[in-house]
């Protein structure tokens, strides 16, 4: 069974940055494309960036491009989203979530393994 923990959220200003981490249990992360998420109160989830099994790949969403990053480091079963030049619009809970394929997806149905979020709250 897949896990995933993320941590990392809180409350920033609008202009600071945060890094989320998520990290995964077992022995094959390499093996699983990563992506994150986010929720807006009313709104449905959405795509922010994916990463392909050895990191080679990223894909990120329009409003966060240039200003978000995707990483992963294998050999700590880890993936993270380094997010500078917060907006207030980017509140949301992210979640982190992974397939068992290297290949990213951008959709949430691609993803069947979720962590169970965190909070980022951007404030004016």
């Known amino acids: 069974q897949v896990q995933l923990v993320e941590l990392g959220g809180g409350l920033v200003q609008a202009g600071g940055s945060l890094r989320l981490s998520c990290a995964r249990s077992g022995r094959t992360f390499s093996n699983y494309a990563m992506g994150w998420f986010r929720q807006a109160p009313g709104k449905e989830r959405e795509f922010v960036s994916a990463?392909?099994?050895?990191?080679?790949?990223?894909y990120y969403a329009d409003s966060v491009k240039g200003r978000f990053t995707i990483s992963r480091d294998n050999a700590k079963n880890t993936v993270y989203l380094q997010m500078n030049s917060l907006k207030p619009e980017d509140t949301a809970v992210y979640y982190c979530a992974a397939r068992n394929t290297i290949i990213p997806g951008t959709t949430t149905p691609e993803y069947p393994y979720w962590g169970q979020g965190t909070q980022v709250t951007v404030s004016s």
């Open positions: 990463i392909s099994g050895s990191g080679s790949f990223t």
